[in-house]
């Protein structure tokens, strides 16, 4: 009976090294991702881009992803994981991947690996991210606009340059309609717990902020927003199911075509290590339609959009003036430069706060 | 005609020995008929979880890298329990040692200091996850207070300590803000035994720590005064052993074993200190303590088993597609099959014809 099983199992065992090798000839691709590919924000985005991708080139690639890889020690080991299986190019999806996204890039030399919003690069590491800064500068127009108590409402993730540059960017834009617009914050230090961010929205309302942004990855913020009759905006994906009378608009994480452009080189060999940041020209990140607003509201949104998109409108356009009252340094010409977007570490003049760790 | 559960004159020997098999076995046949229903080749299927991640050098060291900080937790809070002291709060002893040991490798980075700089680290935290787990075992002899509850509460207090260092006054100041330490210089660095590879040293000293403990445990006064005061409170004051002063001691040698696992693991496999360190560590040592039967070997056993659920789920996600929570699922039907097995140590079923009298002179 053992011998019977053991045989079995061999059989099986060779079936299967048997199907890997008529696979062998497809590129591999993998993916890592931080949260569920249910969580319904960031790594659901991500999911479907790969799902884009495997539409796109399915005959010609076959893709693998690891979910819930927490940030910590197991990453390095999951990413070694996906190279050790064949996987030619690895997306890693998380900033907090970057440190061992490199180390196992080191180790893989001959494996070509994409890292979501990091700042490190390797021969074989690329870097992506989106100027989500340029979304949040509309909508800092439209929460302007239709807030009645002028007072806004942000759930702030973790205070790093990224989200406090998307704050920057909403009081910026929001001073042009309101000069005396106030904005509340509150660090929920995570990237995805829906009962924090309930919390944080019932927190931000009861203080009198009649609009909800938020920069963490879940719908639940959408939804007390909704409960409590006021207005919101969606983060990663289109939460509109979430609060139909609710949400204005979203900023859509549409990493699609950056996949299969990614995959598409690294099938002609012409891949090579990158850094690409790219804005609403470059359909990195996409703006949900706006909904929930007067005709007129929408009609400047989507000016600056327009506006935006053909390089006209900056938002972080000079003179930007710092909550010491003092001018920030003007590196880009008439426009903060991108290492000072990205880098950002400083509230601007008008939001009534003190950035955590400064 | 019904099954009842009948307490056992004595422990039963046989069955505590065979009881994790029975355990494995169930849960194997239940993995099985899961696999099946999803479609899954059941037998494909184990050999991605059991079978592949054993017949590689690449798989065995990570298996010994996840398992080195369960081990050395479980077997001190194996010490805490066995004394009847509960340490729930390993976790916050392994972020404190990871804190403590992090200040000399930040305070050191850049200089030339030599070659003492990862003793150093090694030694104070130790000495601060020890310090740590005194302040519940200073409260339960002193006060009265409960160690489960303080214990657990100061692990929030030590995450959101590490939480304010890493984004203030110990940020990389060239890492764009965000939360983490710069990389650890080499000297502040856990070495690797293999070039190229992940295996450390700490797994070598998990080693010595497991050692240690059998014969503390297994050949000296301590270690049979520890098991009696847990065993037989009544017998261990006739014995006139003194057990708060045990209370203190498995409480520090428990935060200190697992404050020096907190200060492996971010000199080591994470190279810097950030959030998240822990996945639960401190937590999953619990599981492991219990699961190796409160022996440092059983829970050497139980440490690498677990780790090997772990890394054979990944590879079974990779290989075969099969969904994370399927490994979730898996490690749950283990404790539950563990669990309810060990109940038959101190408990046998026993068919009943005539029903109800029996059943009361059973109860």
Known sequence: MRKTLLALAAGLLLAGSVGAASAADKLKVGFIYLGPIGDLGWTYQHELARQALVKELGDKIETTYLENVPEGPDAERAIEQLARAGNKLIFTTSFGY???????????????FEHATGY??????????????????IQGLIAAKMSKSGVLGYIGSFPIPEVVSGINATILAAQTINPNIKVKIIWANTWFDPGKEADAAKALIDQGADIIMQHTDSPAAMQIASERGKLAFGQDSEMIKFGPKTQLTSILDTWGPYYIAR??????GTWKSEDSWGG??????????????????KKMAEDAQAAITAGKLHPFKCPIVGQDDKPIECKGGDHLDDGQILGMNFYVKGIDDKLPGK | MHLVLEKRAERSGTIALVSPLIAIGLTLLTMVILFAILGKNPLLALDAYFIAPLTDGYSLQEIAVKATPLVMIAIGLSLCYLANAWNIGAEGQFLIGAVAGSWIAVKTQG?????????????LAAVAGALYALIPAICKVRFGASEILTSLMLVYIADLSLDYLVRGPWRDPHGFNFPTTAE?????????????????????????????????LGRTIKGFEIRVVGAAPRAARFGGFNANQLVILTFAVSGA?????????????VGHLQPGISPGYGFTAIIVAFLGRLNPVGILIAGLFLALTFIGGEQAQIAMKIPLDVTKVFQGILLFYVLACDSLILYRFRLVFSNRQVTRGAG
């Open chain 1, 98 to 112: 970057m440190d061992p996204t490199l180390k196992v890039a080191k180790r893989f030399p001959n494996v070509h």
């Open chain 1, 120 to 137: 490190k690069r390797n021969a074989n590491m690329s870097t992506y991210s989106a100027r989500w800064y340029q979304g949040r500068y």
């Open chain 1, 263 to 268: 995959v598409k080189a690294e099938l002609d």
């Open chain 1, 280 to 297: 609403l020209d470059s359909h990195m990140f996409a703006m949900a339609p706006y909904t929930n607003m007067p005709d007129d509201v």
């Open chain 2, 111 to 123: 200089t030339d200091a030599g070659a003492w700089v990862l003793p150093a680290m090694l030694l």
């Open chain 2, 184 to 216: 650890f210089d080499p000297v502040a660095t856990v070495p690797l035994l293999i070039e190229g590879g992940r295996l450390h040293l700490g797994s070598i000293i998990a080693l010595l720590v497991v050692a240690a403990a059998a014969i503390l």
């Open chain 2, 257 to 269: 074993l697992a404050g020096l696992a907190g200060i492996i693991e971010v000199a080591g496999p």
